[in-house]
Nanobody
């Protein structure tokens, strides 16, 4: 059973950095795609980034490309989201998600089977 636990959110000033972590306490990511999504108040959950675990391929939303980096640590069974040059519009609850087999686009939240509890990121101006 996959159990995703996120950490690393917090309050930061615009231009600052944060690193989010997502660990699986119940299984292995070796055959999964691992994604990060975010949801701001009153808005739908939006794709941020994804990594195909065994390939290492990564994909990003245009809004974060060049500022955010998704990476994985095989030994720790953990996926990270390094967020630099943060902007107030990055403020949201960030969710880690996992899927083992998918047929649709990994940019759609409906493609994922497992979700973390979310971690709040607040960027002040």
């Amino acid at each position: 059973q996959v159990q995703l636990v996120e950490s690393g959110g917090g309050l930061v000033q615009a231009g600052g950095s944060l690193r989010l972590s997502c660990a699986d306490s119940g299984g292995t990511f070796s055959r999964y795609a691992m994604g990060w999504f975010r949801q701001a108040p009153g808005k739908e959950r939006a794709f941020v980034a994804v990594v195909i675990w065994n390939e290492g391929n990564t994909y990003y939303a245009d809004s974060v490309k060049g500022r955010f980096t998704i990476s994985r640590d095989n030994a720790r069974n953990t996926v990270y989201l390094q967020m630099n040059s943060l902007k107030p519009e990055d403020t949201a609850v960030y969710y880690c998600a996992a899927v083992q087999k998918w047929s649709g686009t990994l940019r759609n939240s409906y493609s994922y089977d497992y979700w973390g509890q979310g971690t709040q990121v607040t960027v002040s101006s």
